[in-house]
């Protein structure tokens, strides 16, 4: 089976300006989670969907949004981009609740 | 809450040597613990897992981990580290959530430098 991927690998963007990034999970995989890495809070839960409705939500603003697709895929939204939000954004997809995470490879992001 | 503990920050092993990266939780219930490794500019990858039974898990790469209930600990080992093992190695702790679903808890990560 093909892994987790992400979309785009890389972006820069100024800050202001919004940002969607795209994930697609594993087949047959129906729960897609997000996180946020820096290097000074490191890994952080930003959300997880499943079956198209958020489950779970972690302690960021509302300008971080997502959504869930009949077909599992995922996006995630960053609105009004501060210099803070440059970090590298980790998608994850399982099967379900208590079932082992398989991440992507990552979209890094850098607001200037 | 759901916490983990990864108190080395930075560890250097010379290739062959032995290796036990140290981590421990916080967790009210039974906890699904993870370990998985990430090289630079990459995504994380998954060494092993524990979810219940036995509790000397094996994993990938020649890992494994102990679980040890009355420690709060989760500890991965390899009994001789190859150059290649050089990365960032994390800590992970999920559970059974309100209302079900899937979120996981990290430490802040081993850097592992492997001298040849």
């Known amino acids: 089976k093909a892994g987790v991927t992400q979309t785009p690998r890389y972006l820069i963007k100024t800050r202001g300006q919004q940002v969607t990034l795209s994930c697609s999970p594993i087949s047959g995989h129906r729960s897609v989670s997000w996180y946020q890495q820096t290097p000074g809070q490191g890994l952080q839960f930003l959300f997880e969907y499943f079956s198209e409705t958020q489950r779970n939500k972690g302690n960021f603003p509302g300008r971080f949004s997502g959504r869930q697709f009949s077909n599992s895929r995922s996006e995630m939204n960053v609105s009004t981009l501060e210099l803070g939000d440059s970090a590298l954004y980790l998608c994850a997809s399982s099967t379900d609740s208590q079932e082992t995470q398989y991440f992507g490879p990552g979209t890094r992001l850098l607001v200037l | 809450a759901q916490s983990v503990t990864q108190p080395d920050i930075h560890i250097t092993v010379s290739e062959g040597a032995s290796l036990e990266l140290r981590c421990n939780y916080s967790?009210?219930?039974?906890?699904?613990l993870f370990w998985y490794v990430q090289s630079p500019g990459q995504g994380l990858q998954l060494l092993l897992k524990y979810f219940s039974g036995d509790t000397l898990v094996q994993g990938i790469k020649g890992f494994e981990a102990e679980f040890k209930r009355s420690q709060s600990s989760f500890n991965l080992r390899k009994p001789s580290v190859h150059w290649s093992d050089a990365a960032e190695y994390f800590c992970?702790?999920?559970?059974?959530?309100?209302?079900?679903?899937?979120?996981?808890?990290f430490g802040t990560g081993t850097q592992l430098k492997v001298e040849l």
């Open positions: 967790y009210g219930a039974t906890p699904y």
């Open positions: 992970a702790v999920g559970g059974e959530l309100t209302g079900g679903g899937n979120k996981l808890t």
